[in-house]
DNA sequence: ATGGCTGTATTATGGCACTGATGCACCCTA
DNA sequence: TAGGGTGCATCAGTGCCATAATACAGCCAT
């Protein structure tokens, strides 16, 4: 099946989040939703939103305010991408290359899709 | 992290046994390696290969001779490859797509790698 | 027929990741 | 100063995965 199918929900929310960075739906020093207001909205756990938060602190993409709300810092976006590009570029699009060489597709023309 | 690192051991040795079987590794009418020399070879338990070899018994691409071993049936690579090649493009493609558009990564380059 | 190779069924166990419920510490505003 | 909003720590439950030890059923060459 679809390896992203059965993904952890935590690590599905993280990348939507961090897509959301990427695109300025959240932009720089803007305030992210909390725990509890994503958990509601997505139907997930606050515990299970705040673990795919995690890594954002902890790579020092957002910064948080205790009691407040955790905000975007500046350069995020940037940094967010240009981290996620590499390592779309190393670790996943061998991968995925010589798998579509594998089942004859050729990229260039799926690209124009 | 890469979504196919912490992946379950029978998927792997799933996709890796298909990727034999399609490129002509295990040729249609071969016998392929039994669970138990498999497993030596992979240094995993023989039912995990058991689990592995289980989903190609479903989909008819392997036929198993009871005490014999198990063989490849004709015209399983190019069924296989078939199958392969429309989940990759119904399930897989557009997520893969709609994100390297986001990290400005473009396919039709990255083909000439 | 016997030994050695096949796949398979059974049961049990340990580990680990994910999820969940509750409560606490902190900060701002009214 | 009281209330409601934050994030966060703790503990527990659940289910999947992988392993293990046996045992069984079938086939084949010697």
Chains 1, 2 share one sequence.
Do not use: C, H
Not at 20 to 32: F, N, R
Not at 39 to 47: C, I, K, R, T, V
Not at 75 to 101: D, H, K, T
């Amino acid at each position: 099946m679809n390896p992203n199918a059965n993904r952890p929900v935590y690590l599905k929310l993280r990348d939507q989040i961090a897509a959301a960075i990427i695109d300025g739906v959240y932009p720089e020093g803007a305030m992210l939703p909390s725990v509890r207001a994503l958990a509601a909205e997505q139907g997930a756990n606050p515990l299970t939103v705040a673990k795919a938060y995690q890594q954002f602190q902890n790579d020092g993409l957002v910064e948080v305010q205790r009691g407040v709300g955790m905000y975007v810092v500046r350069g995020a976006a940037e940094r967010l991408r240009a981290a996620e590009r590499e390592a779309f570029l190393r670790q996943e699009w061998p991968e995925i290359r010589s798998r579509m060489q594998r089942l004859g597709l050729d990229p260039a023309e799926l690209a124009l899709t």
